[in-house]
Structures are given as structure tokens and as C-alpha cells.
């Protein structure tokens, strides 16, 4: 009989983050569908709005969750698909640090944008 085998440690805060924010992406991506596809219709979107829902502060809050959240979601799953791959040792080591990085990149260019539609200057 084949064994089951998961980077993940059940149990582990790795492995109930990658579960919240699961459901946590489920949650908002709903939300976000039903709000710019059956509130407001895809062809209905400007920018003008756009900015106009991201001064709305429960608003901002919430797609910046969603940015974080997916972020983590995303790389965390990557990463551990390729440990349960096999990768080891300094390539793991570096696709850690590498992903990582990249994250980081990800969610503060995220804010930045979120930041500018609504407004906010942070100098």
C-alpha cells in the first residue's frame, strides 16, 4: 500500500494557516465576484469606482487581506508541493529564501497600488 507522504505537519501552523486562509480565500473571493460581477456588471467598472470602493476603509481592509492572504495561500502551497517533490537540502534552502522574497515583493507592491486607489500617501 502506497504512503501517504505531506511536507506538511498536521497539526502544525504552517499547515492551519494554509487552511485559513483557505477558507478565508473562499470567503472574499465570493465576495468579491458577487460585488463586481452581479452588483456591479464587469462592463460597468471604471477606475473612478474603483478608487471610490477603495476609500471605503471596511473595503481597502478587506482586499488588502485578500492580497496577504492569496499571497501566503500561493507561495506556502508551492513551496510545499515541491517539498513533497523532494526537493532538499540548498535548493530547498534557497527556494524557501527565493519565495520568500518574492512574497514580500508581491504584498508590498500590492499595498502600494491598494494605497494609491485609495488615496492614502504614506511619506
Not at 496577504?68 to 510545499?80: E, T
Request: without cysteine; glycine residues 10%; positive net charge.
Amino acid at each position: 500500500m502506497a504512503e501517504r507522504y505531506s511536507s506538511f505537519a498536521p497539526g502544525g501552523t504552517s499547515w492551519l494557516l494554509q487552511r485559513v486562509t483557505a477558507v478565508f480565500l473562499i470567503g472574499v473571493l465570493s465576495f468579491h465576484f458577487f460585488q463586481l460581477h452581479f452588483v456591479t456588471h464587469a462592463y460597468e467598472i471604471e477606475f473612478a469606482g474603483t478608487q471610490a470602493r477603495m476609500q471605503n476603509p471596511a473595503y481597502y481592509t478587506t482586499m488588502v487581506l485578500f492580497l496577504i492572504a492569496g499571497a501566503f495561500h500561493g507561495i506556502n502551497g508551492v513551496y510545499n508541493a515541491l517539498v513533497n517533490q523532494g526537493i532538499e537540502g540548498t535548493k530547498r534552502t534557497a527556494l524557501k529564501w527565493g519565495l520568500t522574497l518574492a512574497g514580500i515583493v508581491l504584498v508590498v507592491q500590492g499595498i502600494r497600488v491598494a494605497n494609491a486607489m485609495a488615496g492614502v500617501s504614506i511619506v
